[in-house]
């Protein structure tokens, strides 16, 4: 499975044009802002959707990402990822939550962080990552 992270716009013309493989998307919004549109076709690939909702901010924040929020991701991930060829994950700027998220997925799904890590466009919300990585191993914990 490809992880990609993108940008609330790049991950809306994503869903407008066509594609061979099957993708997931995780959808990180502002709390006060509306999710975009995105086509859910056969051309453009897209088979399933999460949403989430919270701020761009650290731990104990308002609108910081909760266990629950990252539980979610962590459900939506291991129920998808043996359907899907492409997990794409985006926020407004595809910087920073989006980064911390995918980059969570990378190292519990791949056990390498290193292409977010690596790459001088992100800066990963470190309390993102972390809240997934935690919920990654409760849920292994638990199964």
């Known amino acids: 499975m490809i992880i990609k992270v993108m940008s609330r716009d790049n991950?809306?013309?994503?869903?407008?044009?066509?594609?061979k493989e099957k993708a997931a998307?995780?959808?990180?919004?502002?709390?006060?802002?509306?999710?975009?549109?995105?086509?859910n076709n056969q051309n453009n690939g897209i088979t399933v959707r999460c949403k989430v909702r919270f701020d761009d901010v650290d731990r104990g924040a308002k609108n910081c990402i909760t266990e629950g929020d990252a539980s979610e991701i962590v459900l939506f991930v291991t129920e998808n990822a043996n359907n899907i060829?492409?997990?794409i994950v985006h926020c407004e700027a595809?910087?920073?939550?989006?980064?911390?998220?995918?980059?969570?997925?990378?190292?519990a799904v791949n056990g390498d962080d290193w292409d977010v890590f690596n790459?001088?466009?992100?800066?990963?919300?470190?309390?993102?990552?972390r809240t997934v990585l935690d919920?990654?191993?409760?849920?292994?914990?638990l199964d």
């Not at 991950?11 to 594609?19: F, G």
């Not at 790459?119 to 990552?129: F, G, I, Q, S």
């Not at 919920?135 to 914990?141: D, E, G, I, L």
């Open 25 to 39: 998307v995780i959808s990180i919004s502002d709390c006060d802002k509306e999710f975009p549109v995105l086509e």
């Open 94 to 107: 595809g910087v920073s939550r989006s980064a911390g998220v995918a980059a969570a997925i990378m190292k």
């Open 135 to 141: 919920a990654f191993a409760a849920k292994m914990y």
């Open 119 to 129: 790459n001088p466009k992100y800066v990963p919300n470190m309390t993102c990552y």
């Open 11 to 19: 991950a809306t013309k994503y869903s407008l044009e066509p594609h």
């Open 85 to 87: 060829d492409r997990l």
